[in-house]
C-alpha cells in the first residue's frame, strides 16, 4: 500500500501540512504589517510575467517582491524587497553598458546578505529570468496558510465567521479527526476551512474509504463557484464536498445518499426551515406542502452517534423560532451562548517632564514629587525675578542666568532616558480602538441517536441486572469504610502470595 | 467511532437535575447509586446511546433492582410546549399574562393528580411577591415521608407540593413555572450519560471540582488555543525500522534520526495536569480508542484491579522477556543498522515477533511532546481516557505511539540526565541466561528505556516542530527562550496564561521598539553573531528575548456568556462563573533575514544620533 500511494495520493494542502519550505503553485500569506495580511499563490518564474523581468511581482508600499525571492525558502522567512523596474513596463528600454554594470555590483555587494537569492540563482539562470536584486530598505514575511490568517485575509463575499466565534463553535460540536460535519452557507469560507482542519485524518484513498469530511451547502451560484475555484487552489476537493442548494427546499442528502453528518453548522437566515431535513426520522413538525410522503426517508446524519449541532444567527428573534423548532424535533441540551472576544495592545506609557515631547509621550509630572519639584524650582524663579532690581547691570546676569539654565537644560537632554524606549515608561495593556460587541447567537444542541424497544431488548439480554456486586457513586460512610477494608485486605493477600512465589522461583533456580 | 454507545469500563459524566455532574466508571455487575435520586444498575445503561435522558424508575414487587426508562423530549419540554401552543391559540394575550398556558401543564401526566384534586384554576396573574417557605403546608417531616414512600419517579412528590403550596392560586405564571422548576430539580429522579470528551470534562473540572488544577482553562479559551496553535491531525503514523539490536550491542545499534521524517509534531508545556495534552490528542485523533471488538474483550478485566496488580504484572513482563532473549537470538545474523521507512496505519503487535530493546515505538509524525518541569510529567487527567502515563506495562492506547515527554534537563542539559547519558547495559546471552528472570527483565527494562529517552531528546533538539502550545505556570519568557529556537519556521506559538501581566511582559519583548533597534544594530550584544547564534540568544537584561523571532504578537481573551431561551422570557444569565479571566498569547515564528534590514518608509532621524528610527513598518 506504501508504494502505489505516491501515485494516486493527491497533493496535500498547504493548509493541512505546509512542509517546511514554500513551494510553487502553493498558498502562502505576506504579512505586511502587523494585521495587513495578503493572500498569493506562488509561482515559479518562467521567463517575463506582465512586463516584469523578474516574473511575477507583488508590489506593496513595503516595496516590490518577485516571487522568485519567497520560493522554497523556509516558512515565516523574512523577505528583502527588491530593486524591480515598475515603472517602464511594457516599453522597451535600451540599457547602457554603464547601467548594467552597476546593476550587477548592486546584486554582487547584496549576495551575501540574501540568501534566497542564492537559492534561486540556479533556476533563474536556466529560464532566462533576470535575477532579482536586493533593494536597501524594505521586508515582508513569508507565512503558511492556516484558518486564521485565511479568515483575516481572504476576499470577502459574506460576513465571515471570525476565529473566537469559530474555535469555541467547533470545540463544543465535537469536530474531531474523521468526523463528517454538514455546514450550510458556506459564504466566504472562513468556517471551512477551519472546519476540515479539525476533521482531517487524511486524504480518502478511494471512495469506500471513509475519512474526515465537510459536506457544504451554498444556494448563491456566484459565490458558489468561487468557493469551488477557492477549494480546488488549495487543494481541498478530497476533503470538501461543496453542492450548489437551497437547503430549505432540497435538504442535505448528496444523490440521494446521506452524508452521514455527526456535527451540523447552520449560518443560515433561517435555521428552523431546514431543521426538518435534519431528522432521525420523517419529522412530523415543520413537514413541507405537497411534500412526498410516501418515500422514504433518509436521514442525513450518523445513524451511530449522537448528533451536535449549532447555529449561528445574529437575531434574537432568529434564536427563539430556532429553540423552538429544536425542541419541536427532539433536540436536548439546548444552550445559548454569545462570544465576546477582546484583543489587548502592549503599549508603554511614558509620563514624565524628562521626556521631549513626541508622538506617545505625555510630558507632564509622572508623580507628585516630580510635580513639587518644578513647582518649587518655578516658584524660586518668580522670587528671584522679584527679588531683582531693574538696573541695566543686572540685565547681564540674568542673560547669564538664563544661559545656564538652558545649558543644565541641555545637559539633561544628553543622556535622556529616551534613548531605551523599550524599557522606558509603564508597560501597560490596552483594548483595540474598535471592539466588536455582538457578532451572533450561538445555538448548540444535541440529537441523540435513536434508541427502540428491540435495541434496549439486545442491550438487557447482552447485560443482565440483578447479580450487582458493589455500588459506585454516592454511598455513605459505612460502606465506604467496609470497601476499604476490602480492598486493604486483598492487597495484603496479594503480597502473601507474591511472597510465596518468590521464594518457589528462588528454589527452582537454586 | 467512539462515543456511539457506552462502553463497559468507560467513565461518563451523569447529569443531575440539580444541574450537579458526577463523574463515574462504568463497570458491569455494579449499582450506580445517585444519592437522593436513587441507585439503578450500571448494566442498564451499558451499550445504550449517550446524551438520552433516563428516569429511574420504581422497583416492581418482583425484582431487586430499579429499572430505567427513557424520557422523550416531548415529555421534556411538556412545560414549554403548553406555554407556546397556549399563545398560539391566544396570540393577543402577550407572554405572561393569565392565559391557560399553566393548566395545560396540569393536564401533562405529571400533573394528574393537580387535575383531580384541585380542579381548574391553579394560577393567576398577580404581582404579589410570594414567600415559598412561608405558604407550603406541608411540614419537613412530611416531605421527607413522602420522598421516602413517593413513587413515579418523583413526581408524586413535586405534584403534591405543588398541590399544597397555599399561594399556588396566587401566583404569576413565570413564578409558578419557576417554582415548579426549583422543585423538579429537587425530586424527579432523571438523570443524563455524557461522554467524557475534553469539552465535558474541562467543563467539569471547571464548574464542580477545583478550576486551578486546570489553571481555569474555560471551553473559549481551550478552543482558541488549540486554533491558534494551529493542533490537529499530523500525518500518517510513520515508524523507524527496528534496529534489532542485540543484547551486545551498545550505542551504535540505535536507530539512528532520519530528520525528514518528522512532521507533524507539536511542543507543549501543561501544567493542567494533562487536560492539554488530552484536549490536542483529541485535535490530533490520539485521545480515544477505536471501537474494536477485539478490544473490548479486553477491556473485560477490571481496570482498578490492574493498577494495583502493577507490580504482578511487571513480573509477567519479566516472563515474557525471557521469550524475547530467544528470538532476538535467531534474529542475530539478519541485525543490520540500516533502517528503512515503514508506512502501516497500524502498529502490528501481536501477530509480528516482539520489538527489539532498540526499536522505537514512537511514531515519527502526529506525535506531542511534552516538555515538563519535574522529573516526571503530570499528566493524572489522562486516566480518565485509560491512559495512565506512568504504567510500565499499558494496554494498547493512541497515545502510547504518539506522546513523547522529556524534562527541561533532558532537553537542555542532557549530559546531566542519568538515563540519557548512562551509556546502555550489554550482555553476552549465555550470561543472560544464567541470571535470574527478575534481573533479565530489569536489563531488557533499562535497554528499552535507554533507546526510549535516546530518541525523544535527539528528536526534541532536532527541532522543526509544528508549532508551541502552553498553559503553565511557569514563566512563559523563559519557556520561549529556549522553545523557540525549536520552531520550525512560520509555526504558530500559543501560550494561555490565567492572569494578563505575565503575557504582557511577554509580547513587550517583542515590542516594535525592541525589534527596531535590534534590526538597526543599536544592541550591541549582537554585533558579529550570527543568525544561527541569534536564533539561541541568551537573552540580556535589555532584552530576555530575540525580538525578531516571533510576528504578529498578540494577545486576547473570549468569554462566552450563556443565555436563557424560553417563550417571552429570554435573557441572558444573572450569573456566570467568575475568577480568572484567561488570556492568549499568539505569534508565528519568523525567520529573520540576516544582517541590518530597514523599514520602507520616510522617517525623521532623531537629533540624538544614537536614537532610534521611527518603527515604520508596522
Not at chain 1, 509603564?426 to 471592539?435: A, D, M, Q, V, Y
Not at chain 1, 427502540?452 to 459505612?478: H, L, M, N, R, W
Not at chain 2, 493542533?231 to 534489532?244: I, T
Not at chain 2, 520550525?488 to 517583542?510: K, M, N, Q, R
Request: with cysteine; hydrophobic share 35%; aromatic share 6%.
Amino acid at each position: 500500500m506504501a508504494n502505489n500511494m505516491t501515485s494516486t495520493q493527491p497533493t496535500v494542502s498547504p493548509f493541512l501540512e505546509p512542509g517546511l519550505r514554500t513551494k510553487p503553485r502553493s498558498l502562502a500569506i505576506l504579512q505586511l504589517s502587523r494585521d495587513n495580511l495578503l493572500p498569493i499563490y506562488l509561482q515559479e518564474p518562467s521567463g517575463e510575467h506582465d512586463g516584469y523581468a523578474e516574473g511575477a511581482v507583488v508590489n506593496t508600499r513595503y516595496g516590490s517582491f518577485p516571487h522568485s525571492t519567497m520560493l522554497n525558502v523556509p516558512w515565516g522567512s523574512q523577505i528583502r524587497a527588491s530593486k524591480v523596474d515598475t515603472g517602464s513596463r511594457g516599453r522597451k528600454r535600451k540599457r547602457g553598458p554603464k547601467d548594467e554594470a552597476s546593476r550587477d555590483d548592486a546584486a554582487e555587494e547584496n549576495q551575501p546578505e540574501t540568501t534566497t537569492d542564492n537559492n534561486n540563482k540556479d533556476a533563474s539562470e536556466a529560464t532566462g529570468v533576470k535575477q532579482a536584486v536586493a533593494d536597501d530598505s524594505g521586508f515582508i514575511h513569508v507565512l503558511p496558510p492556516t484558518p486564521e490568517l485565511w479568515t483575516q485575509s481572504l476576499p470577502h463575499r459574506t460576513q465571515v465567521v471570525y476565529t473566537p466565534d469559530y474555535s469555541y463553535i467547533l470545540h463544543r460540536i465535537r469536530a474531531r479527526p474523521g468526523s463528517t460535519i454538514i455546514e450550510a452557507g458556506a459564504g466566504s469560507g472562513s468556517f471551512t476551512h477551519a472546519s476540515v482542519r479539525a476533521v482531517y485524518n487524511g486524504y480518502p484513498s478511494s471512495a469506500e474509504n471513509k475519512k474526515g469530511k465537510v459536506f457544504s451547502f451554498e444556494y448563491h451560484e456566484e459565490r458558489f463557484h468561487k468557493m469551488k475555484k477557492e477549494l480546488t487552489d488549495h487543494d481541498l476537493d478530497g476533503l470538501v464536498h461543496l453542492t450548489h442548494r437551497d437547503v430549505y427546499n432540497g435538504g442535505f442528502l448528496i444523490d440521494g445518499k446521506s452524508p452521514g453528518a455527526d456535527a451540523i453548522f447552520l449560518d443560515l437566515p433561517k435555521p428552523w426551515e431546514a431543521l426538518p431535513h435534519l431528522s432521525r426520522s420523517r419529522p412530523t413538525f415543520g413537514a413541507k406542502e405537497g411534500e412526498d410522503t410516501t418515500a422514504e426517508w433518509v436521514s442525513p446524519l450518523n445513524p451511530k452517534r449522537a448528533v451536535h449541532i449549532c447555529t449561528f444567527s445574529p437575531c434574537i428573534e432568529q434564536v427563539t423560532r430556532t429553540v423552538s423548532a429544536m425542541r419541536r424535533l427532539g433536540w436536548v441540551d439546548i444552550d445559548m451562548v454569545e462570544i465576546a472576544n477582546r484583543k489587548l495592545h502592549t503599549i508603554r506609557d511614558r509620563v514624565g517632564l524628562h521626556y521631549q515631547t513626541d508622538r506617545g509621550v505625555n510630558v507632564s509630572p509622572h508623580d507628585v514629587e516630580e510635580a513639587l519639584e518644578r513647582l518649587a524650582e518655578i516658584e524660586e524663579r518668580v522670587r528671584e525675578q522679584a527679588a531683582r532690581p531693574r538696573d541695566a547691570e543686572d540685565a547681564d546676569t540674568d542673560m547669564k542666568n538664563g544661559d545656564d539654565a538652558a545649558a543644565k537644560k541641555e545637559e539633561d537632554k544628553e543622556q535622556p532616558p529616551y534613548q531605551t524606549p523599550w524599557i522606558d515608561g509603564r508597560l501597560i495593556t490596552k483594548g483595540e480602538p474598535e471592539i466588536k460587541t455582538h457578532t451572533s447567537y450561538l445555538v448548540f444542541a444535541v440529537l441523540p441517536r435513536e434508541w427502540t424497544e428491540e435495541d434496549e431488548a439486545a442491550a438487557f439480554a447482552k447485560y443482565p441486572c440483578g447479580k450487582e456486586k458493589a455500588v459506585v457513586g454516592s454511598i455513605d460512610k459505612q460502606t465506604r469504610k467496609k470497601e476499604r477494608r476490602e480492598q486493604l485486605q486483598k492487597i495484603g493477600d496479594r503480597k502473601a502470595r507474591r511472597k510465596e512465589r518468590d521464594a518457589k522461583i528462588a528454589e527452582a533456580v537454586e | 467511532m467512539h462515543h456511539s454507545v457506552i462502553k463497559p469500563n468507560s467513565w461518563v459524566a451523569l447529569k443531575l437535575p440539580s444541574g450537579v455532574t458526577r463523574v463515574i466508571q462504568v463497570t458491569p455487575n455494579t449499582s450506580i447509586s445517585l444519592g437522593k435520586y436513587g441507585t439503578f444498575p450500571a448494566n442498564l445503561i451499558l451499550e445504550r446511546p449517550y446524551y438520552l435522558t433516563f428516569e429511574v424508575q420504581d422497583k416492581l414487587p418482583e425484582e431487586s433492582f430499579s429499572r430505567l426508562r427513557v424520557v422523550p423530549p416531548s415529555e421534556l419540554y411538556a412545560d414549554v410546549f403548553a406555554e407556546e401552543d397556549a399563545e398560539c391559540a391566544n396570540p393577543a394575550a402577550g407572554p405572561g399574562s393569565n392565559n391557560d398556558a399553566v393548566i395545560a401543564t396540569a393536564e401533562d401526566e405529571e400533573f394528574k393528580l393537580v387535575d383531580a384534586e384541585s380542579g381548574n384554576v391553579i394560577a393567576r396573574s398577580t404581582q404579589e411577591v410570594i414567600d415559598e417557605n412561608a405558604r407550603q403546608k406541608l411540614t419537613q417531616a412530611e416531605i421527607e415521608e413522602l420522598k421516602r414512600d413517593g413513587t413515579n419517579a418523583g413526581k408524586d412528590v413535586i405534584a403534591k407540593l405543588l398541590l399544597s403550596h397555599a399561594a399556588l392560586d396566587q401566583k404569576t405564571s413565570f413564578s409558578l413555572s419557576k417554582y415548579k422548576l426549583l422543585k423538579t430539580k429537587k425530586y424527579i429522579r432523571r438523570f443524563q450519560v455524557l461522554p467524557i470528551d475534553v469539552p465535558t470534562f474541562s467543563n467539569w473540572q471547571l464548574e464542580e471540582r477545583d478550576a486551578s488544577k486546570i489553571l481555569d482553562i474555560r471551553a473559549e479559551m481551550m478552543g482558541l488555543v488549540g486554533c491558534w496553535g494551529n493542533v490537529h491531525y499530523g500525518g500518517e503514523d510513520v515508524f523507524l525500522e527496528d534496529p534489532k539490536a542485540t543484547t551486545e550491542q551498545g550505542e551504535e545499534a540505535l536507530a539512528p534520526l532520519q530528520e525528514d521524517l518528522l512532521a507533524g509534531r507539536w511542543l507543549v508545556v501543561d501544567d493542567t495536569g494533562g487536560l492539554l495534552v488530552a484536549a490536542m490528542a483529541e485535535r490530533m485523533g490520539v485521545l480515544y480508542k477505536e471501537d474494536d471488538e477485539s478490544e473490548e474483550a479486553a477491556e473485560e478485566e477490571d481496570t482498578t484491579e490492574k493498577a494495583e496488580e502493577e507490580t504482578e504484572q511487571k513480573q509477567e513482563s519479566e516472563m515474557t522477556s525471557q521469550k524475547d532473549i530467544d528470538m532476538t537470538d535467531g534474529q542475530q545474523q539478519e541485525s543490520t543498522s540500516e533502517t528503512t521507512l515503514a508506512r502501516h496505519p497500524k502498529r502490528p503487535r501481536d501477530n509480528k515477533p516482539r520489538d527489539s530493546d532498540f526499536a522505537v515505538p514512537f511514531s515519527q509524525t502526529n506525535t506531542i511532546t511534552v516538555l515538563h518541569g519535574a522529573s516526571q510529567p503530570n499528566l493524572s487527567f489522562l486516566n480518565y481516557w485509560n491512559f495512565d502515563v506512568t504504567a510500565p506495562q499499558h494496554p494498547p492506547h493512541p497515545l502510547l505511539n504518539h506522546l513523547l515527554t522529556l524534562s527541561w534537563l533532558q532537553l537542555l542539559k542532557p549530559e546531566l540526565d542519568t538515563s540519557y547519558s548512562t551509556p546502555p547495559l550489554t550482555a553476552d546471552p549465555e550470561t543472560l541466561s544464567t541470571w535470574k528472570p527478575s534481573r533479565r527483565g530489569n536489563f531488557h527494562r533499562k535497554r528499552r528505556r535507554y533507546a526510549k529517552v535516546r530518541h525523544i531528546v535527539d528528536s526534541t533538539r532536532a527541532g522543526n516542530f509544528s508549532g508551541l502550545v502552553c498553559a503553565s505556570t511557569m514563566d512563559p519568557i523563559s519557556i520561549l527562550k529556549h522553545a523557540l529556537p525549536l520552531l520550525a519556521g512560520g509555526a504558530p506559538v500559543a501560550i494561555y496564561s490565567p492572569s494578563l501581566e505575565p503575557l504582557a511582559t511577554l509580547a513587550d519583548c517583542f515590542s516594535v521598539a525592541r525589534r527596531t533597534a535590534w534590526n538597526s544594530g543599536l544592541v550591541p550584544e549582537t554585533q558579529g553573531k550570527t543568525a544561527e547564534e541569534l536564533e539561541k540568544w541568551e537573552g540580556s537584561e535589555q532584552f530576555p528575548l530575540n525580538p525578531t523571532l516571533l510576528l504578529g504578537t498578540s494577545i486576547q481573551t473570549s468569554r462566552a456568556r450563556r443565555w436563557q431561551v424560553l417563550p417571552g422570557r429570554t435573557h441572558p444569565l444573572m450569573t456566570e462563573r467568575g475568577g480568572a479571566d484567561g488570556f492568549i498569547f499568539t505569534g508565528w515564528r519568523a525567520k529573520p533575514a540576516e544582517g541590518k534590514i530597514a523599514a520602507k518608509g520616510k522617517f525623521k532621524r532623531r537629533k540624538v544620533e544614537e536614537s532610534v528610527s521611527t518603527p515604520a513598518s508596522a
